[in-house]
């Protein structure tokens, strides 16, 4: 059974630190806000589940840097951006795997999405020192696809509704989260 976090921003600039010392998912949702989230991988064996989302109406970035600092650690990061206007929002991800820490899993995924004409960046980190160790990155930064836009329109859903059914999936990425928990920000996406 893993440790289930939930954190809910609205502030302007937030900053965490974690420790994790057993297995650990959290869900962190933020509403135009800056956060840098600092996150050691301090227990030989812990495995994590980050799930970073945000919607963005001013200029805004995010800062999350992982240490694997013991043996057998994994981390797999999943993070998910909406801007929404002509502004800027940043993601700075760091996975780091000092040489002494080994068969360590070091994943991440980040996707932005302009809805409008805003400027976007993510700088995807691996810094590895050891050759045992899988890690990978991804990054997009775009628009939905017009595909899955055509698909859902070709269904009878008009184009407002098929942008918040994606925006639902690609915001609220996962079916064990419980809803009651950010209902502030289900209530946010139905705004953009």
Known sequence: MSKVLYVMDYDDK?????????????YHYLVDSSSTVDINMVTEGVTLYYYYNTINYKNNSFSIKVNHLKDNTHSE???HGVNVGKNKLDFFVEGIVPKESEKCICNQENQIINMGDGKSTICPNLLIDNYDVDSNHSAYIGKFSEDK???LMSRGISFDEANRLLLNGFLINTDS??????DLFIKEIEKI
Request: glycine share 0%.
């Open 177 to 182: 989260i419980d809803l009651n928990k950010i």
């Open 14 to 26: 937030t900053h965490y630190t974690y420790n994790i010392t057993e297995d650990t998912v959290i």
């Open 77 to 79: 990061l999943f993070n």
């Open 149 to 151: 836009l055509f698909y």
